[in-house]
Nanobody, 117 residues
Framework: QLAESGGGLVQAGESLRLSCTAS????????MGWFRQAPGKERELIAA????????RYGDSVKGRFTVSRDNTKNTSFLRMNALKPEDTAVYYC????????????WGQGTQVTVSS
């Protein structure tokens, strides 16, 4: 199971850090992803980190502003969001997939991020 935290209401230009904590003892075997879904839009993958934490990738809309990381000793992944824009407003989800596989199989409940102009 995954549980996100850290969402909220901020003004444009401010920062937030989301956390995603996993239960169980196999966290290190899973890649972690961060998705978001804005009203009326499809869910999009915005950031991902491999099981080791050494390799990351980002969607074009957040590249240079968001940073994904993980602490395998704490079963937690983080999404640091800087220079937030109103268009970043969405429900943010973390997800996990077993290393080497293509399907994100485990999802958190989502956390709302609202950026005011």
């Amino acid at each position: 199971q995954l549980a996100e935290s850290g969402g909220g209401l901020v003004q444009a230009g401010e920062s937030l850090r989301l956390s995603c904590t996993a239960s169980g003892r196999t966290f290190i075997l899973y890649a972690m992803g961060w998705f978001r879904q804005a009203p009326g839009k499809e869910r999009e993958l915005i950031a991902a980190v491999d099981p080791s934490g050494r390799n990351t990738r980002y969607g074009d809309s957040v590249k240079g502003r968001f940073t994904v990381s993980r602490d395998n000793t704490k079963n937690t992944s983080f999404l640091r969001m800087n220079a937030l824009k109103p268009e970043d407003t969405a429900v943010y989800y973390c997800a996990a997939k077993f290393r080497g596989e293509d399907v994100w199989t485990t999802w958190g409940q989502g956390t709302q991020v609202t950026v005011s102009s």
